[in-house]
């Protein structure tokens, strides 16, 4: 209703506006996720997220992957090559993934098969794979305590992608009516068209535009705090 509101009248003020629904219809849609990532992908989604430049991006993913200190678990490597232009993914990785985004969200999250994405790239080296953690099972969390904010802020970027490759397809219902209009100063018909999305099913939360850390951020799993989801297991 809000939308149709802001479709018609500018501010709210319906008094000069005469308006009706003259049909409506609902359509279920699907969105899948975005595949794991590339080198390009990763450069885009570390510069729009998080501001990185490209030539840092690569500096922070050549140490995730030749490994960092964990602890007693000594040095890990903790992405897989860092790059390629292969979206393909290992089955054990698919697996693993599987088994968190069973663990954390539930069943309802998974598709009925593990998602194949091709390449678009011609060229590509399908022998690479996509990057990924190496052990989707180390969540950012568990890792945290072992990176600086950067190492941490791209893992956690590219933990969140892999994951949410691996859920179902979000679902949504798209609304679209067409609303004839007339204004009461001008008296002159007008027809518009108003839609608005709500959704069936969230699908793939584990990414979310990519929500990262920053002023306004739950500190636990990175998420802006409006939209944190309390699962601090990340």
Same mark, same amino acid.
């Given at each position: 209703?809000?939308?149709?509101?802001?479709?018609?009248?500018?501010?709210?003020?319906?008094?000069?506006?005469?308006?009706?629904?003259?049909?409506?219809?609902?359509?279920?849609?699907?969105?899948?996720?975005?595949?794991?990532?590339?080198?390009?992908?990763?450069?885009?989604?570390?510069? &729009?997220?998080? &501001?990185?430049?490209?030539?840092?991006?690569?500096?922070?993913?050549?140490?995730?992957?030749?490994?960092?200190?964990?602890?007693?678990?000594?040095?890990?490597?903790?992405?897989?090559?860092? &790059?390629?232009?292969?979206?393909?993914?290992?089955?054990?990785?698919?697996?693993?993934? @599987?088994?968190?985004?069973?663990?954390?969200?539930?069943?309802?999250?998974?598709?009925?098969?593990?998602?194949?994405?091709?390449?678009?790239?011609?060229?590509?080296?399908?022998?690479?794979?996509?990057?990924?953690?190496?052990?989707?099972?180390?969540?950012?969390?568990?890792?945290?305590?072992?990176?600086?904010?950067?190492?941490?802020?791209?893992?956690?970027?590219?933990?969140?992608?892999?994951?949410?490759?691996?859920?179902?397809?979000?679902?949504?219902?798209?609304?679209?009516?067409?609303?004839?209009?007339?204004?009461?100063?001008?008296?002159?018909?007008? &027809? @518009?068209?108003?839609?608005?999305?709500?959704?069936?099913?969230?699908?793939?939360?584990?990414? @979310?535009?990519?929500?990262?850390?920053?002023?306004?951020?739950?500190?636990?799993?990175?998420?802006?705090?409006?939209?944190?989801?309390?699962?601090?297991?990340?």
């Amino acid at each position: 209703m809000q939308r149709i509101v802001d479709d018609l009248a500018p501010g709210g003020d319906l008094k000069a506006t005469l308006w009706w629904v003259e049909s409506s219809e609902t359509l279920r849609k699907n969105r899948r996720p975005d595949p794991p990532f590339t080198t390009s992908t990763m450069q885009q989604a570390a510069a &729009r997220s998080l &501001r990185f430049p490209p030539g840092l991006t690569m500096k922070l993913a050549q140490q995730l992957y030749e490994g960092v200190p964990l602890g007693e678990a000594g040095t890990v490597g903790l992405i897989t090559y860092m &790059r390629t232009d292969s979206t393909a993914v290992a089955p054990e990785a698919q697996t693993a993934a @599987r088994e968190v985004v069973e663990r954390f969200w539930g069943a309802g999250y998974l598709p009925a098969r593990p998602p194949v994405y091709h390449t678009k790239v011609k060229s590509a080296q399908e022998a690479h794979e996509a990057i990924r953690p190496t052990d989707p099972q180390r969540t950012p969390k568990a890792v945290r305590p072992f990176l600086d904010d950067k190492l941490a802020a791209l893992y956690e970027l590219i933990w969140r992608r892999f994951i949410a490759s691996q859920m179902a397809d979000a679902l949504y219902d798209v609304t679209t009516a067409l609303i004839p209009t007339a204004a009461a100063t001008e008296g002159s018909p007008d &027809r @518009r068209e108003s839609r608005s999305v709500s959704e069936a099913n969230p699908g793939a939360p584990a990414e @979310r535009e990519e929500w990262t850390s920053g002023p306004t951020a739950c500190p636990t799993c990175f998420a802006p705090s409006a939209g944190c989801w309390s699962l601090t297991v990340f």
